[in-house]
């Protein structure tokens, strides 16, 4: 149990639709990062946010965004879905920034129809 | 750009086998490395880490060297269980940037 919580865990969507997930971060970390882990591969990062902005994003379109808020909960956004959009989405907390441990929450499944 | 290359799967062993999973990796700074197991149904734990060369992490039986000159970083456990079968990633972490790198991750199963 690692103390960050995802919802929802299973989300079918279609193509062209907008999804939000949700994310509970442990109390009192203060960093929060969303991965997108397609089937049989590993995580790629998406975005991370420290203190309610990004602080860092990876190789993903801007239809990817989201949101840190101050109750230690995060949203990750995507605005006209893909059929490749279709993953596991991770979000991980961390204490601080600079190579703190990260716990991650089970994760959302998406599909993308 | 950094990278992590880890051995495809799956592997198959029997219970009480050795156990190594390579793991090679590419950065141009100071890496943490990592081990992450993710079992059944489960989001992705952290198994081990290391921070600086010649670091040794270990937990629940398996351990890693942070090897620079040949730039690895592989797993190994003595005695496996029928437990440990999971998804193991290896990964990487720059302090520049914060982001985690993983590996595409070996499927471990163990027969009893």
């Known amino acids: 149990e690692t103390g960050v919580t995802q919802s929802p865990t299973h989300l079918i969507k279609t193509r062209g639709q907008q999804v939000t997930l949700r994310c509970s971060s442990q109390s009192g970390h203060n960093t929060v990062s969303w991965y997108q882990q397609a089937l049989g591969q590993g995580p790629q990062f998406i975005f991370q946010y420290y203190r309610e902005e990004e602080n860092g994003r990876g190789n993903f379109p801007p239809r990817f965004s989201g949101l840190q808020f101050p109750n230690y909960s995060s949203e990750l956004n995507v605005n006209a879905l893909e059929l490749d959009d279709s993953a596991l989405y991770l979000c991980a907390s961390s204490l601080d920034r600079g190579g703190t441990e990260a716990f991650f929450g089970q994760g959302t499944r998406l599909t993308v129809v | 750009g950094d990278s992590v290359t880890q051995m495809e799967g799956p592997v198959t062993l029997s219970e009480e086998a050795f156990l190594t999973i390579n793991c090679t990796y590419t950065?141009?700074?100071?890496?943490?490395l990592f081990w992450y197991v993710q079992y059944p149904g489960e989001g992705l734990q952290l198994l081990l880490k290391a921070t600086k060369a010649d670091d040794k992490g270990s937990n629940k039986g398996f351990e890693a060297t942070y090897r620079k000159e040949t730039t690895s970083f592989h797993l190994e456990k003595g005695s496996v269980q029928v437990s440990d079968s999971a998804v193991y990633f290896c990964a990487l972490s720059d302090d520049r940037d914060d982001k985690i790198i993983f590996g595409k991750g070996t499927r471990l199963h163990i027969l009893p």
């Open positions: 950065a141009t700074g100071y890496p943490s």
